[in-house]
């Protein structure tokens, strides 16, 4: 959009769209601005048709095509941009604009019925129109609410007088458990009793049910007429309708009761309830404890609809695809939507998870591609770097990996808070991968002067040291290195006193431990000093807004001591099962 210097219409509604057009780009994830500049373009001049200005034709289209790449799986803006071009270019520009529909929203039960629709409408051509009534039915037909599509196959075969093939639909419908799926049985049931039965039943069916009637009436010494016996095979087709019809009703009252709570069976960008999500997941195990693999699929893209937004379900059915053999293909595709289209990138934890599929299937520069492109938005997500230099050290070695934490510690663009966790990470390669505690230790010793701000470094630096192995001999000089520690962060680090206190509390619990003779001493004199009164403890005066080792606390601002107080977590080490009994809307994150 920002190619054109003329929108169309006015001069007030060229300002309009321009004004409205920046708010979206400030912030594209906002649907009522989205909404708001959609119907700017539409009221151009008064209201677009074939007769209005190209400027403002060029206006409308590229507003939309953004839009639905936003937002592919809002069905009825699809079908609004359809019905726009078939008024302003005709029908084949109208079908271009379904068949991108249909290919976004593939199992849209209403946007496939109305493409099918206008198609029977404006094309002459009877097996074009089929082709597309059963594309249609292979995205749609299995959905608990597909009536409206398979009326509309109906009607149209009505409309070309092909009794036939609607008993040929009718024998397919009344075996998918859906909505009204009785109906389709009495139509069938009716058409049954008067359609030539090679219609009804295959051949091989129609010989095998005059071989039993015949050989019903053969200990009799009755032979029967040819209208005896097509009475006769008709009772039996009717009857195995009806054993269809019980089965099929039995399958659709066990989806009865997850169908019934689908409250909202379509994509929108507002949260869900908690119990919408819980519904969901027990109609998917229910789904896939039937084992149907097709009709599994079929729910997952149901429900990845109504979910979209919620990375849970890609993630469920990304793992469900991977335990089925051969499907790769099927994995990455999953994947590829999560990622492209659905999942911002302010929770990576599902692009990290197609990376290291990626990785698995021998893809590595795609891995890394992954890496780079998370880090391209989010230069400071310390978990997307920490992935990366990990990919690194598996697939190049050690010093590949290190490069990746050097690099980022000195990019500009990264935080210094960033930074410090960074070099943590570092550390404990060395430590842990190359064994060298030394190194390991020099590392930290040696970036205390940067990151003495750092909650995360402390921590972890405290976490290293506890780590090595010890024995009696050398406990008194491993108690002095964790001590050495402890008064370096009480007296360099800015770190609030709240924090100080729940570090030190660490050597506090060593002292006790792991302590020697006279380890209550130094234990008791801390412990006035973290926990007694203002009076005597200087973290207690601090705390309560006092001065700490003659120094005004809060020298580091609001913003920054959040940042410096951070933990970082991991995807998994913040994955929790969900709440069952969770009211009210369900976050995103």
């Not at 009709?295 to 993630?315: G, K, M, N, P, S």
């Not at 729940?502 to 431990?513: A, F, M, R, S, T």
């Not at 380890?519 to 309560?544: C, H, N, W």
């Amino acid at each position: 959009m920002g190619d054109f210097s003329n929108y169309g219409g006015s001069d007030e509604e060229n300002a309009e769209i321009k004004r409205l057009n920046a708010e979206v780009d400030a912030d594209t994830d906002n649907f009522e601005n989205w909404e708001k500049l959609v119907r700017a373009c539409e009221g151009l001049e008064g209201g677009l048709n074939r007769n209005s200005s190209p400027q403002a034709l060029a206006t409308l289209r590229a507003t939309y095509d953004r839009f639905l790449l936003k937002f592919p799986l809002l069905f009825g803006y699809w079908k609004k941009y359809a019905d726009l071009e078939f008024n302003i270019s005709g029908p084949e520009s109208a079908e271009m604009v379904y068949e991108r529909g249909c290919a976004s929203i593939t199992n849209s039960v209403d946007l496939w019925t109305e493409y099918c629709s206008f198609k029977m409408e404006t094309t002459h051509t009877p097996h074009l129109v089929r082709e597309l009534f059963e594309r249609g039915a292979t995205h749609v037909g299995l959905d608990f609410l597909a009536h409206p599509f398979w009326d509309k196959y109906l009607e149209y075969e009505e409309r070309q007088e092909a009794q036939d093939k609607i008993v040929a639909i009718l024998n397919r419908v009344i075996r998918i458990p859906m909505h009204q799926y009785a109906r389709y049985f009495e139509r069938l049931r009716t058409l049954a009793q008067t359609r030539p039965l090679l219609e009804l039943v295959s051949a091989d069916a129609l010989a095998r049910y005059r071989a039993e009637v015949e050989a019903e009436s053969a200990p009799y010494g009755i032979q029967k007429s040819e209208p005896e016996i097509e009475r006769d095979i008709r009772a039996k087709i009717d009857a195995q309708l009806y054993t269809v019809f019980q089965q099929t009703q039995a399958e659709t009252t066990k989806r009865w009761t997850f169908e019934s709570e689908i409250k909202r069976p379509y994509f929108h960008v507002t949260e869900l309830e908690h119990a919408q999500l819980a519904n969901w997941r027990k109609y998917l195990d229910f789904e896939e404890s039937e084992g149907n693999f097709s009709r599994i699929v079929f729910l997952y893209e149901r429900c990845l609809v109504t979910c979209a937004l919620y990375d849970e379900f890609w993630f469920r059915y990304a793992r469900w695809m991977s335990a089925q053999e051969g499907k790769e293909e099927e994995v990455r595709n999953i994947y590829l939507r999560a990622t492209t289209l659905y999942v911002p990138v302010s929770r990576p934890g599902i692009r990290l998870q197609y990376a290291y599929f990626e990785e698995m299937s021998e893809r590595v520069d795609v891995a890394r591609d992954i890496h780079a492109a998370i880090l391209n938005k989010l230069p400071d997500c310390v978990e997307a770097i920490v992935s990366w230099a990990n990919l690194q050290r598996r697939q190049s070695g050690l010093d590949a990996a290190i490069e990746v934490y050097k690099a980022q510690i000195d990019s500009p663009t990264v935080d210094i808070f960033t930074k410090a966790a960074l070099v943590t990470e570092w550390a404990y390669l060395l430590w842990k991968v190359k064994g060298s505690s030394e190194e390991a230790r020099t590392c930290f010793s040696k970036n205390v002067q940067w990151y003495s701000d750092s909650r995360h470094f402390w921590q972890k630096w405290l976490e290293f040291e506890l780590g090595q192995p010890t024995n009696a001999e050398l406990e008194e000089q491993h108690g002095e290195r964790i001590k050495d520690i402890i008064q370096t962060i009480r007296s360099k680090s800015r770190l609030s006193p709240a924090v100080k206190q729940e570090l030190c509390q660490v050597y506090l619990n060593y002292l006790q431990d792991r302590g020697g003779k006279k380890a209550m001493k130094e234990f008791l004199a801390l412990d006035r000093e973290l926990y007694g009164p203002q009076s005597i403890s200087v973290i207690t005066k601090a705390k309560l807004g006092g001065k700490e080792n003659g120094v005004a606390t809060g020298e580091l601002d609001e913003p920054t001591r959040q940042k410096a107080e951070t933990r970082f977590y991991s995807f998994y080490q913040l994955h929790m099962d969900p709440d069952p009994n969770a009211q009210g809307p369900a976050s995103f994150n």
